[in-house]
Antibody
């Protein structure tokens, strides 16, 4: 079964850091680009960042550029999101999503991990 | 950055109705557009990719179309399971962007 499982969310104070993880199973992880998408409470979807299969290409939303870093470890079938200088605007449910091949629409999603930034 | 303008934000319809949701890109994205369905408390689910290709397992009452930078998702005959929120997304270039969403409600 193709599956993505996120972890690492929680309550964090403004200005602090948090690292999210996404463990993949059921498919050849290093064949696919991967992404993080977030959804603030009661709001729509926001693409956050993406990374190519070989980690050579990354992209970021303007709202997180310079604060968040995406990375992956293909040997561990894992995707990561390092989040620094967090603010209340980063409070959201963070989803890990798999891009397709050759079409890169997001065909598999995890169930999300919740991040709450509050003092 | 490419902006995606989705409309309407809310749509009230009845079972059996034909409904259409539209999405306009601020610049050319070729056909690199996807549609997702999201139900409360659940992750989004891919319905349509490359503007008009139906994802495996998605009912054929869902269809997508493109005219230039205007895209549409049509549900030919609404079923009770279709009442949800729908999002378009461009994946032509980074940063990828989503539309604001359309909540499809029961009339």
């Amino acid at each position: 079964e193709v599956q993505l499982v996120e972890s690492g969310g929680g309550l964090v104070q403004p200005g602090r850091s948090l690292r999210l993880s996404c463990e993949a199973s059921g498919f050849t992880f290093d064949d696919y680009a991967m992404h993080w998408v977030r959804q603030a409470p009661g709001k729509g979807l926001e693409w956050v960042t993406g990374i190519s299969w070989g980690s050579d290409i990354t992209g970021y939303a303007d709202s997180v550029k310079g604060r968040f870093t995406i990375s992956r470890d293909n040997a561990k079938n894992s995707l990561y999101l390092q989040m620094n200088s967090l603010s209340s605007e980063d409070t959201a449910l963070y989803y890990c999503a798999k891009g397709g091949v050759p079409d890169e629409a997001f065909d598999v999603w995890g169930q999300g991990t919740k991040v709450i930034v509050s003092s | 950055d490419i902006q995606m303008t989705q409309s309407p934000s809310t749509l009230s319809a009845s079972v059996g109705d034909r409904v259409t949701i539209t999405c306009r890109a601020s610049q050319s994205i070729s056909s690199w557009l996807a549609w997702y369905q999201q139900k409360p408390g659940k992750a989004p689910n891919l319905l349509i990719y490359k503007a008009s290709s139906l994802e495996s397992g998605v009912p054929s009452r869902f269809s997508g179309s493109r005219s230039g930078t205007e895209f549409a998702l049509t549900i030919s005959s609404l079923q009770p399971d279709d009442f949800a929120t729908y999002y378009c997304q461009q994946y032509n270039s980074y940063p990828y962007t989503f539309g604001q969403g359309t909540k499809l409600e029961i009339k």
